[in-house]
T-cell receptor, first 113, second 113 residues
């Protein structure tokens, strides 16, 4: 069964550093998403991406964040200058079309020191 | 925008007992409703979803949920809980006109032997 994959599974970084989280969505899906989950809190929507552009984003997704689909398979989330409060689990998801079921990857746990 | 409330932060049931996890949503039109399960350190696995049609939906692992429009609820049920069901359960609501899926805060299920 096809699945969403994410790398790395864990990332530790220093405050102020840039990080790139990578995702490989399900191959025939067209919509891609990033969510985050701060430890002990709810899963929060960050951004959705379709046709090589952002379709929706939340108030969390500020100028420090960017997303890109650099090739036909990868979907990345970049945090330009990490802050302590960016420490969280980041989930990638994909869906076949708008408002269809989103399938989630296993997550990348980011720790900012 | 849509929102979800899961009133119970933590529920403990005995193995073999029945289970009901509550979920209430807020959305002006017909919502798309989901239940996801998250085991410790793992990603989000889709249990079941409601888009339209029969209001009682069956999912994996013996779970079912019932959409009640009059009560704005989508409660998750299982007739007999297994120890392996211990996990965090998230209700989520999506909408036809956006990709922003909103999650509840989650309910942590503990199963007593």
């Amino acid at each position: 069964e096809p699945e969403v994959t994410q790398t790395p599974s864990h990332q530790v970084t220093q405050m102020g550093q840039e990080v790139i989280l990578r995702c490989v969505p399900i191959s025939n899906h067209l919509y891609f998403y990033w969510y985050r989950q701060i430890l002990g809190q709810k899963v929060e929507f960050l951004v959705s991406f379709y046709n090589n552009e952002i379709s929706e984003k939340s108030e969390i997704f500020d100028d420090q964040f960017s997303v890109e689909r650099p090739d036909g398979s990868n979907f990345t989330l970049k945090i330009r200058s990490t802050k302590l409060e960016d420490s969280a689990m980041y989930f990638c998801a994909s869906s076949g079309s708008r408002a269809q079921t989103q399938y989630f990857g296993p997550g990348t746990r980011l720790l900012v020191l | 925008a849509q929102s979800v409330t899961q009133p119970d932060i933590h529920i403990t049931v005995s193995e073999g007992a029945s289970l009901e996890l509550r979920c209430n949503y807020s959305y002006g039109a017909t919502p798309y409703l989901f239940w996801y399960v998250q085991s410790p350190g793992q990603g989000l696995q889709l249990l079941l979803k409601y888009f339209s049609g029969d209001t009682l939906v069956q999912g994996i692992k013996g779970f079912e949920a019932e959409f009640k429009r009059s009560q704005s609820s989508f409660n998750l049920r299982k007739p007999s809980v297994h120890w392996s069901d211990a996990a965090e359960y998230f209700c989520a609501v999506g909408a036809k006109n956006n990709n922003d899926m909103r999650f509840g805060a989650g309910t942590r299920l503990t199963v007593k032997p």
